[in-house]
């Protein structure tokens, strides 16, 4: 189903891109996997972590290269894309799970680790869907495709709030935000952008407690994950974009977006003594004003 098709697998060292990579070769498409081989703290630099998951593609007979770096880094970024379409003539799809975490409760929280954290998570979501959207604009304009190309952003749960994951929450939720813009400004460039909250067991779930840890690998393998981003590589996909989608276990499905879940009217405009007279009996009567349990 996905013969033909040339895939970027930024994170592609471990966990979920590494599954996702090879779920995408095993369906046929030409992998490259990116990874700059650190730690799950961002720590280190290792080639040979994207060069082993490239290997074992290879040996299972499949199609696959590694390329090391740092999809942070824009020069990088737009490296990553130019020798792709370089040595395969195109680039079809790109799957973005590069992520760090370094948590720590806010008023606590080193600012060394909030921007290591923003520049992977988020940054580095940017510059290669930034260097992807500007080759496929170009090549688009040069005679159109045969095919919508796509772009896969990797959110978490942890966007909709985190305790003592303020930076990790805030990339997230930024994600969200950016494919929401990217995806309107690329449709009728015949690109997809779309972004995706997976929930499968990795080393970012091994930084929590074992006592704690929401699932094992064997009740949420992170394989499970990957045909979700099977599909949105494929033609299948024409015109799913704009979507934030969930995929994890046994479950897949579209996650809503933000929405005014209560509304009031004051001709004469708001007061501060008409919002404490009616704001949370009234205008917000049908709505949980205290959220903090489910950002737990």
């Not at 003592?164 to 994600?175: C, H, I, L, R, T």
Request: glycine fraction near 12%; include cysteine; hydrophobic fraction near 40%.
């Amino acid at each position: 189903m996905l013969s033909g098709t040339v895939c970027v697998v930024a994170g592609g060292g471990n966990g979920l891109g590494e599954a996702a990579a090879h779920h995408l070769a095993d369906r046929g498409a030409t992998v490259v996997v990116n990874d700059l081989g650190t730690g799950v703290d961002g720590e280190g630099s290792d080639p040979e972590v994207a060069e082993a998951v490239a290997a074992d593609i290879r040996e299972a007979g499949g199609e696959a290269t590694a390329h090391h770096g740092d999809v942070s880094d824009f020069e990088y970024a737009e490296r990553l894309v130019s020798e792709t379409v370089d040595e395969y003539g195109r680039l079809d799809f790109v799957a973005n799970f590069a992520g760090v975490l370094r948590d720590g409760m806010s008023y606590k929280l080193d600012p060394e680790d909030w921007e290591a954290v923003i520049e992977t998570n988020l940054t580095g979501q940017f510059a290669p869907l930034r260097a992807a959207a500007a080759h496929w604009k170009a090549a688009g304009e040069d005679g159109g495709f045969d095919r919508q190309r796509s772009y896969l952003a990797v959110s978490a749960g942890a966007a909709r709030g985190n305790l003592g994951q303020a930076n990790y929450a805030a990339a997230k939720a930024g994600v969200l935000g950016m494919v929401r813009s990217v995806s309107t400004e690329l449709y009728r460039s015949d690109v997809r952008v779309n972004a995706l909250v997976p929930n499968g067991y990795t080393r970012m779930t091994e930084t929590v407690p074992e006592e704690h840890r929401p699932y094992t690998r064997e009740e949420m393998p992170p394989e499970k994950v990957a045909p979700m981003v099977a599909y949105l590589a494929s033609e299948a996909a024409e015109d799913v974009t704009g979507c934030t989608l969930y995929a994890g276990g046994d479950r897949v499905g579209v996650l809503a977006d933000p929405s005014m879940a209560a509304v009031g009217v004051e001709p004469d405009g708001w007061s501060l003594d008409s919002l404490a007279d009616h704001f949370a009996d009234d205008v917000a009567a049908d709505v949980e004003l205290t959220r903090t349990d489910s950002h737990f």
